[in-house]
């Protein structure tokens, strides 16, 4: 693998460890611990105030995993740089451009340093990303463990999406990364904070909004841990064959549809959901939280 793209791979979550099974909520690991209320306080808060008009009430915080939540990024093979060949291509901020072979697919290539990647976007990425730029009702909120050697590039791919992605307001109005700066609670950054257990963990008392207006989306249950009744949980994608069927993106948009009607608070929501669309269960550690099935 070129130096570049493994120290790339380091930071996708997907790239390491053991594989897990296309189609199923991946179970808790015992291993993960809670961080204490001293390490919460001290960190600050991972996003600045919410700002809205006056009397308007607040949006529904979406706060979206990426990698294996929303799209799967690898290491592009030789093979799939040679199927490339003649697709359109576009520039991306950072010295990055883009390739779009397939309209699932798309080949992000990095600066030399870094080199390329192969970016499968989930089925149905378009319609959550179509649902998010409502700001009226929903505050679209990426947070991920990578860093910003190819996230702001993936970004402004998904923004590319959808019927109104050149008139619309973007989905993501917020980026919270493991580098991220940090935020007091009158709003003022005090910088970049790398505590060892926001690596593992997306406490949402970090997020600054009321926790009733959260929904915090992930492939990874551990990462919800201190959460769980305002937890969607969703199967890990690899954008393989098999999950050239996946419909789970297209049920959340199905969700984000029914919660812009709906008045209930965060947990109570999801709570009310039809088993079709998603259901309560056991995701280790005697944790329970929503799950897309």
Same mark, same amino acid.
């Given at each position: 693998?070129?130096?570049?793209?493994?120290?790339?791979?380091?930071? =996708? /979550?997907?790239l &390491?460890g053991? $594989?897990? #099974? @296309?189609?199923?909520?991946?179970k808790?690991r015992?291993?993960?611990?809670?961080?204490?209320?001293?390490e919460?306080?001290?960190?600050?808060?991972? =996003? /600045?105030?919410? &700002?809205?008009? $006056?009397? #308007? @009430?607040?949006?529904?915080?979406?706060?979206?995993?990426?990698h294996?939540?929303?799209?799967?990024?690898?290491?592009?093979s030789?093979?799939?740089r040679?199927r490339?060949?003649?697709?359109p $291509?576009?520039?991306?901020a950072?010295?990055?451009?883009?390739?779009?072979p397939e309209?699932?697919r798309?080949?992000?290539?990095?600066?030399?340093?870094?080199?390329?990647?192969?970016?499968?976007?989930?089925?149905?990425?378009?319609?959550?990303?179509?649902a998010?730029?409502d700001?009226?009702?929903?505050?679209?909120v990426?947070?991920?463990?990578?860093?910003?050697?190819y996230?702001?590039?993936?970004?402004?791919?998904?923004?590319?999406?959808?019927?109104?992605a050149?008139?619309?307001?973007?989905?993501?109005?917020?980026?919270v990364?493991?580098?991220?700066?940090?935020?007091?609670?009158?709003?003022?950054?005090?910088?970049?904070?790398?505590?060892?257990?926001?690596?593992?963990?997306?406490?949402?008392?970090?997020?600054?909004r009321?926790?009733a207006?959260?929904?915090q989306?992930?492939?990874?249950?551990?990462?919800?841990?201190?959460?769980?009744?305002?937890a969607?949980?969703?199967?890990?994608?690899?954008?393989?064959?098999a999950?050239?069927?996946?419909d789970?993106?297209?049920?959340l948009?199905?969700?984000?549809a029914?919660?812009?009607e709906?008045d209930?608070?965060a947990?109570?929501?999801?709570?009310?959901?039809?088993?079709?669309?998603?259901?309560?269960?056991?995701?280790?550690?005697?944790?329970?939280?929503s799950?897309?099935?």
């Open positions: 693998m070129h130096g570049g793209v493994r120290a790339a791979a380091q930071q =996708l /979550p997907g &390491r053991q $594989a897990r #099974a @296309a189609g199923k909520i991946a808790m015992p291993k993960y611990a809670l961080p204490s209320q001293q919460l306080d001290e960190v600050g808060y991972v =996003l /600045p105030p919410p &700002r809205r008009a $006056a009397g #308007a @009430a607040p949006a529904m915080s979406v706060v979206l995993d990426l294996e939540t929303l799209v799967r990024l690898e290491p592009l030789d093979g799939d040679a490339s060949k003649g697709a $291509a576009g520039c991306l950072g010295g990055w451009s883009i390739e779009a309209s699932s798309r080949i992000l290539s990095g600066p030399p340093e870094v080199g390329s990647f192969l970016l499968h976007l989930r089925p149905g990425v378009d319609a959550v990303v179509e998010l730029r700001h009226a009702t929903y505050e679209g990426l947070w991920t463990v990578g860093g910003l050697l996230v702001n590039s993936i970004i402004e791919a998904l923004e590319a999406l959808g019927p109104t050149k008139c619309g307001a973007p989905a993501f109005q917020h980026v990364m493991s580098d991220s700066p940090r935020f007091d609670a009158a709003g003022a950054a005090c910088g970049p904070s790398d505590w060892p257990f926001l690596h593992d963990c997306k406490p949402a008392a970090l997020l600054h009321d926790p207006r959260v929904v989306v992930d492939d990874r249950p551990e990462y919800l841990r201190l959460s769980p009744d305002t969607l949980v969703v199967p890990p994608f690899y954008g393989t064959e999950d050239r069927d996946d789970v993106l297209r049920r948009a199905e969700i984000l029914r919660m812009a709906s209930l608070p947990a109570a929501f999801l709570k009310s959901l039809p088993p079709t669309l998603a259901k309560k269960q056991e995701v280790g550690n005697g944790l329970t939280m799950c897309i099935v």
